[in-house]
Each structure stands twice: as C-alpha cells, then as structure tokens.
C-alpha cells in the first residue's frame, strides 16, 4: 500500500515535464533574453552618446542635434528644442525595448509592411555609426513589427513604443520663446500705446526683484510672473513676411516688452490679444516667428 502511494506524484511529475518539453519544443520566437538564439543586438549605447536623431514619418522628416546638454531642430528649419522630449525619445530607443527575433538576414522586409516610406528613427553617435530602426505592421494588439537594416534582422517591439513619437515638428520644438533670467536682466519696458514702464532692478529688496513708476508692486510681479511661466500653445508662422506680420495686427499691437540682458542687449517683444480669447499672438522681431501663448 505504501509503494502505490508514490505512483500518483511520480506520474504528476513526468506528465507536468513532458507538456513543459513540448511547450518549448512549439515555441519558435527565440526571445531577446536567450542571446545564443540571436543575431548580436542592433544597439547598446549611453543616451550621452548619441548625438543626432532622424525622425521621418507620414511625409515628415527632421532632424535634431545635440550641442552639450541642449537640443537643436536643425531640418527642416532651425530652432531650440525640446530637450526633455527628445531625451524621452531617445531613452525608448538607446537599448530598445525588443521583444522577439522574428526572421535573421532580411534584406526585404516589405512582408512585414516595412518599406522606404515606412516610419523610421535614426540615431546617430559621436563616432558617426548610425542605428535604424523601421517601423511595420501590426504583429499583435501590443506589439509591432520594425527592421533594423544594420543587423538585417525583423523584430517585434511593443507599440507603445512607436507611438510615443511624434511626427509633429511643434512636439519637439522648444515652447520658451522668452530668454527671462531676472537676475541676468537690467532693465524691462513695458510700452502701451500711450505709455513706456521701465521695471528695474529693486536693490533694496530681494522679495520684489523689480519696481516701476507708476506701476504698484502687484502690476509688477504679474508682469514678472506671466514672463516666467509663459510659453508657445502653438506655432504660427517662422520667420513671417512683413505682410503677414501686419495681417495679424503687429503694426498696433496691445503692448511691447523689451527686456534688456546685463551687456545692454534686447530681446523685443510685441503682443496682440486675441479677441473673445486670454491668449495673444506674440511676435519675436529677432526671428521674425509669430506665436499663440
């Protein structure tokens, strides 16, 4: 009696090992943990160490650079970044987030839906090596065929991923449009149409940084405070023509601003209120670019 009671756990044992060996026998997407399966991985690099991204998707294409700590769009036009987004992207793709090695010495991935036209990003190091990755078809409700033409190999990756990156320019455009450092400013105007406030530096206060005549020191700290935190809700037009400048009212404007840096330089301002609306169209008249704030 004691000898049959083991024989029940013991067939337990074999059959639980048997549908384990056949479980694994059916499976033939070699995972990206099991490196002996697989061609070698398409990238392995610190996010330091990339220096420009390529992004081209639904008949958009730029570029962005890395110059120190900043970013830079640098095609199809020129302008300051928005660092932390692309530092975003970036992360998703220095040591990406691959699931399966779907099919190894791929020279024609169009069975995948991935051709020229596809959505693709590039990363681009110091040293000048470049790393694609193309994106394709649907493989499943969460992941995503893309192909890396340096390891010629079809992979999945998790859609979300893909998604993340927009394909809109003003997405990794700066949204700063003020260069505002109080402690770096000398001197603030304010010009109406019928009156010029100069803020200054208050030296015998920190608490209020600036005053003015003929402002109260709450008139001020809006000022300060809608320059700090003001940023780009949309991009209008890049360097803009004088009559499209003058379509949008600039030539009368609601009010100037001019902030002057320690050296005496100025960045001029001009802002037109919108009607039925809190927001204004502002003018930067050192680049000509007209924004909605």
């Known amino acids: 009696m004691k000898r049959k009671g083991w024989f029940i756990p013991i067939a337990v044992f074999f059959m639980c090992t048997w549908f384990l060996i056949m479980y ?50 640098v095609s199809p036009i020129e302008s300051d970044a928005d660092s932390t987004y692309i530092y975003n992207v970036i992360s998703q793709f220095t040591i990406p987030g691959l ?4 099919e190894t010495g791929v020279t024609n991935p169009s069975s995948y839906g991935i051709f020229e036209y596809s959505p693709c990003i590039t990363l681009i190091d110091q040293a000048e090596s470049e790393y694609t990755l193309i994106a394709g078809n649907a493989a499943s409700e969460t992941t995503s065929y893309v192909y890396s033409p340096l390891t010629q190999c079809v992979y999945t990756i998790k859609t979300d991923i893909l998604n993340s990156v927009s394909s809109d320019l003003s997405d990794w455009r700066s949204k700063d449009y003020i260069t505002f450092v109080p402690e770096q400013t000398s001197k603030i105007d304010v010009i109406t149409a019928h009156t010029t406030y100069s803020l ?56 100037k601003i001019k902030l002057y840096d320690l050296a005496g330089n100025a960045q001029t301002l001009s802002f037109v209120k919108i009607p039925n609306s809190i927001n204004y ?10 924004y909605k704030v």
């Open 24 to 73: 694994e026998q059916s499976t033939n997407e070699p995972y990206l943990a099991h490196t002996s399966n697989l061609a070698q991985l398409p990238w392995d690099k610190d996010i330091s160490e990339i220096q420009r991204v390529y992004f081209s998707a639904h008949s958009s294409s730029f570029t962005a650079e890395r110059v120190g700590n900043e970013w830079s769009i």
């Open 99 to 102: 699931i399966h090695t779907i």
């Open 281 to 290: 169209y502002v003018l930067d008249h050192s680049k000509g670019n007209i």
């Open 200 to 255: 200054l530096p208050n030296l015998e206060s920190t608490d209020k940084p600036f005053v003015a005549d003929g402002l109260s020191p709450m008139e001020v700290e809006d000022i300060i405070n809608f320059l700090t935190v003001s940023k780009v809700s949309q991009f209008i037009v890049d360097h803009a023509p004088t009559h499209i400048i003058s379509s949008y009212g600039f030539n009368t404007p609601t009010v």
